[in-house]
C-alpha cells in the first residue's frame, strides 16, 4: 500500500521545500539494516528512514554529477579547445 505525506525537506541553497513523500516497502539486506540502525543510535542520523533518504539522495547527487563531468571529459583531448583556453588566460594576463 501507497500513500503520501506533505512533508518540507531542505535542498541547495538552504531553502526548504514542501513534497509529497511516497511511503513504500522497501528489502534491505539485514547487515546493511543493522548497521545503519546503529548509526541512528548513535545519533548519527534521526531515523532509519532519514539516513535511508539522505543516502539516495547523495547517491543520486554523485551519479548527476559523474555525468556531467562525463560530458566534458573530452575537452582534455580537444586541442582545439585547449588552444583557446590558453589564448583567455593569456589575454585576461594569467
Excluded: W
Excluded at 541547495?12 to 511511503?23: E, H, S, Y
Excluded at 528489502?27 to 543493522?34: D, I, K, M
Excluded at 588552444?83 to 594569467?94: K, P, S
Amino acid at each position: 500500500m501507497r500513500t503520501h505525506k506533505l512533508k518540507s525537506f531542505p535542498v541547495r541553497g538552504g531553502r526548504t521545500l514542501a513534497a509529497r513523500n511516497l511511503q513504500m516497502t522497501l528489502r534491505l539486506p539485514n547487515e546493511l539494516y543493522e548497521r545503519a540502525k546503529l548509526l541512528v543510535k548513535k545519533q548519527q542520523t534521526d531515523s532509519v528512514n532519514d539516513f535511508i533518504v539522505k543516502a539516495v539522495a547523495a547517491y543520486l547527487e554523485a551519479v548527476e554529477r559523474k555525468a556531467i563531468d562525463d560530458c566534458f571529459s573530452g575537452m582534455v583531448h580537444d586541442k582545439q579547445y585547449q588552444l583557446e583556453a590558453l589564448r583567455i588566460v593569456e589575454e585576461f594576463g594569467g
